[in-house]
């Protein structure tokens, strides 16, 4: 697939994907959904990619739904093409760590796709809002849920009833966002994050963050079994050996993703 809304590099082990629709400030289209979910899948299934970044540009990380394609839907569209679910989800279904690297807006949809990602490192310079509200809408992937469940009621519900942006800072200190760099240096940031993670053994870092999306889905006494036997089972792992030996040798492991 030829992409045109989006660019899809290779930086060593971590697979970059750019939302690139600066005309529309990265706004959802079904191409541009199309082309993502494509992407996003031929990362995961890589043996050279440990781990993902998805950002858009310094000025836009993403403005939601393209509202000119949405506009005109009826009732009957949207639920016959059961829209948004068709092509918005795939991030959730990536095994693989993604970074969500957050410069300027991610409003609407492109806040509930930062949402989808395992954590978000925003630039100084973002702002996150749900501003369905103010366009006759609602959030419709997952904004009303996943924000609830990362910033608590109060909050998400403060967003999504009243639009408003939020900034970095505040973005931080609320838990959305788990760190903070300077706009110019997102890029490199969030593709040294990826790196650290990538260089780890890829089997841990993928029951590791499976064990932590659980924490989402379950009850805590579940959620703690489940991360036990998840734990054990990583003594199967060549790479727990080579990490523990290293360690006791005091060496840099070298793991080798079995
Ligand atoms: N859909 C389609 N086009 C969009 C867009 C969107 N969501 N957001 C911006 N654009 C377009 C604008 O129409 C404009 O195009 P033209 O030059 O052809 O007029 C271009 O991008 C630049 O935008 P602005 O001129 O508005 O730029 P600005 O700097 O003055 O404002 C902004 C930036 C605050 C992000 C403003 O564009 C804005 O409010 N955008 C809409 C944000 C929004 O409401 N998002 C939620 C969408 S609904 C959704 O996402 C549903 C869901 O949960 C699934």
């Not at 809304?5 to 060593?12: M, Q, T, V």
């Not at 993604?98 to 492109?110: E, N, T």
């Not at 639009?163 to 800072?169: K, S, T």
């Amino acid at each position: 697939m030829a992409y045109e809304c989006i660019l899809a590099e290779k930086d060593g082990e971590v697979g970059v994907l750019t939302l690139n629709r600066p005309e529309a400030l990265n706004a959802f289209s079904d191409q541009l959904m199309d082309e993502v979910t494509d992407a996003l899948k031929k990362f995961d299934a890589d043996d050279d990619i440990g781990c993902i970044v998805l950002m858009g540009s310094e000025k836009a990380f993403a403005a939601g739904a393209d509202i000119k394609e949405m506009a005109s839907k009826s009732y009957i569209d949207v639920y016959s093409e059961d829209f948004i679910t068709k092509n918005w989800e795939e991030a959730t279904r990536v095994r693989k760590p993604i970074i969500a690297a957050v410069a300027g807006y991610a409003l609407g949809g492109g806040c509930e796709l930062a949402l989808m990602c395992d954590f978000i490192i925003a630039a100084d310079n973002a702002k996150f809002a749900q501003p369905e509200i103010t366009i006759g809408a609602m959030p419709g992937a997952g904004g009303t849920q996943r924000l609830a469940r990362f910033i608590g009621k109060s909050k998400a519900m403060d967003m999504c009833l009243t639009g408003r942006m939020m900034d970095a800072q505040e973005a931080e200190r609320c838990g959305l966002v788990s760190r903070i760099v300077p706009k110019g240096e997102l890029r490199a940031e969030a593709i040294k994050v990826a790196r650290q993670i990538a260089d780890f053994s890829r089997p841990i870092a993928m029951l590791t963050k499976e064990a932590v999306n659980r924490a989402y889905e379950t009850t805590l006494s579940e959620g703690v079994r489940f991360e036990r036997r998840v734990f054990h089972s990583v003594f199967a792992l060549e790479d727990q050996k080579e990490g523990m030996t290293a360690f006791i040798e005091k060496r840099k492991p070298s793991f080798k993703n079995r």
